[in-house]
Each structure stands twice: as structure tokens, then as C-alpha cells.
């Protein structure tokens, strides 16, 4: 089984501050893993991947993670943050083998403020 | 291209009522993933339906089924509804099982049980 734990429930940030959102993953197999986002009354969107190569992975809107196997994390960090930005965060992962399902952890919020 | 549509995306039932909450997955998906979002919580697996068949199944009890049509749209019905079922439904489409391929989400079902 899996398991996904984010440390921050709740992240305030200062706009065009540095972010970084916090992942730590538990697996007994290979996993995939990834950052969705969901803003407010909306469904969620995927922000990166990680399945192979580079473990610095790049995603849209400036976002990037890197994937750490020895620490079992996959941290989400962002240069500059915007209003925009304010939305909740999850972090999951799915096997790599199998169908296709994903363990989420609870998510943290990202409130950025001006 | 039209995206994953949910519909009710607001509905309001008693204890040991029954509900069916209805998915349009994204045009060419081939399979549709449910997810139950409660309040404060990541989305948990519920169930996957790949070319109408069910292809796995989260923790969930029996009274959580599914269908799926050959326009691969889905249903989600839950019987005897309790309280713990109040959450956000999720569903989400993607083009085949693999795990390396992005699962795209519907804005969700509301559900409130009285």
C-alpha cells in the first residue's frame, strides 16, 4: 500500500515570496508521483510529474519538484508566488504497475497574500 | 474538446436515501475513475471502469457501485446513504489504465446527507 503525507496543512505566503510545498510518500513498490491543484469550486489539474530520468521536474504556471527516493520526498517549490496561486495543493502517487489510481495525501493550502 | 462534466453538482438527501451522481468523461477517454473527497481530506479511490467493465476498487463498501455506457459516460450510485457520505464526488476521465497518464478531473458532485 501506499501512503502520501503533506506536512503543511495551511502555507501563507507574501506575494512574489519563494514557496515550498512539503511531500513525504511511503511505498513498498515503484511509484509515479504527482502535484495536482485545485482552486476554489473547481475540480483538480495537473500541475507535474515525476515517472522516470530528471529528478527535477518542471510543471506549468512555474511551478517544479524534485523527486528525492532516499528521502522518500517529492517537494513542490515555486520562485515567485502570485495571488493566483491561492488554491489548494495535493501531492500523489500511483503504482507503476497496474491500473491507474492515485493515493493522495491531504493537501495544503496555499494562501498568498499582497 | 469538451472536459469532464458532473451532474448534480449540488444535491441534498436523508440517511438510507439512494443516489446517483452522473459523469461525461472527456472526449476519446476511454476510462473513468470515481474519488470521494471529504471535507478537510485528499480524494480516496472509490472505483475505476475501463470499456464499461470494473477494472479495481478502493476501500469502499458494496453499497458504492458503478456503471459504465459505451460512450463511456459513468454512474456512481450509493444506497443507503449515511452520514460519512457527505463529500465532494470527483470523477475523472483519462485514455486508457496506464498510470503514466494524466487523469482529468470533473468539478464534482456536492453530496450532503442529513
Redesign the interface.
Known sequence: AQS?TQLDSQVPVFEEAPVELRCNYSSSVSV?LFW?VQYP??????LL?Y?SGSTLVKGINGFEAEFNKSQTSFHLRKPSVHISDTAEY?C?V??????????????TMLLVSP | ETGVTQSPTHLIKTRGQQVTLRCSSQSGHNTVSWYQQALGQGPQFIFQYYREEENGRGNFPPRFSGLQFPNYSSELNVNALELDDSALYLCASSLGTENTGELFFGEGSRLTVL
Open positions: 502520501v509515479y495536482y469550486n473547481q475540480g483538480l489539474q495537473l510529474k515517472l495535493f500523489a500511483s503504482r507503476t504497475s497496474g491500473y491507474s489510481t492515485l493515493t493522495f495525501g491531504k493537501g
